[in-house]
């Protein structure tokens, strides 16, 4: 269990963070959202033990956060925004650097790094980190966040800046991880990827907390529930004049609804000018949709 009380950070007169309280358990994937300078990064590095919050309390599984920040390290993988590397040393060797930082013996670090290599689809070759793609790079440093085996993984932008195949394949990988029972804190500029594995999300605006929940309960609470209606229709001038506009998507016309009583309307006037309805979707405002409407 995490559970944080009116976290708050000041830099200098600015209020990076300002009241953020929440709670998610063990096992589950929370991501963190806002536009840049909501403090985000701010409050992964609180989670992390690497800053102290000005007031505020951070329990993480009984461990006092706040006042003993050490004993968090032993169990938590922090990934950082960028993949700052010891470029000149191969990854193999980064591992075994880290492994023995952690008190593993050289046949732990050399098990643990084949199956990291693996699971991440990391090919070393010999190569030196400093000759890898940028998507080699974040493999190493997520290999390098879990060499101890930890169940806390903290992870800043995880998939920023790469390419769609690797993005999608980390983006995996994390739920491969939450099934495995770690716990992660992650926060991603990619907001169909938070949508799509995160279990509660939570978005911040200039240091404080707007929203935090599942995905069900923010469209509960700031989505609105609208209506595709798809249908075929032989001559689409039949429509011109009438209140409501559509569009062509996936071969055919779609009216858009945002109650029963406009797809209704719809549906109807369809019917009058010779249309048929094939299909009708319930559709949600996406994660990006409600932080445009509630970041304003």
Partial sequence: MIKARNLTKNFDGFMALDGVSFEFEDGEIFGIIGHNGAGKTTLLKIISGLI???????????IDVVKNPVALKENLGYLPEESRLYETMTVENYLAFFGEIYGLSLKEIRVRS????????????????GEFSKGMKRKAAIARSLIHEPNFLVYDEATSGLDPMTSRFIADYLRTLKKEGKTIVLSAHNLYQIEAICDKVMILRRGK???????????????????AIFFSIENAGALIGHSKTYRQEEGLFVCDAESMTELNECTGLIGEAGGK??????????????????GK
Avoid: H, W
């Avoid at 007031?55 to 009984?62: K, M, V």
């Fill in 209 to 227: 907390m707007l929203a935090f929940g599942t995905m069900k309960e923010l469209r509960e609470q700031f989505g609105t529930l609208t209506y």
């Fill in 52 to 62: 102290a919050p000005t007031s505020g309390e951070l329990f993480i599984n009984d």
């Fill in 114 to 129: 084949n199956q990291l290599f693996a699971a991440l689809s990391l090919e070393p070759d010999g190569k030196k980190l």
């Fill in 277 to 294: 309805v094939e299909k009708i979707e319930s559709r949600y405002p996406s994660l990006e949709e409600m932080l445009v409407k509630i």
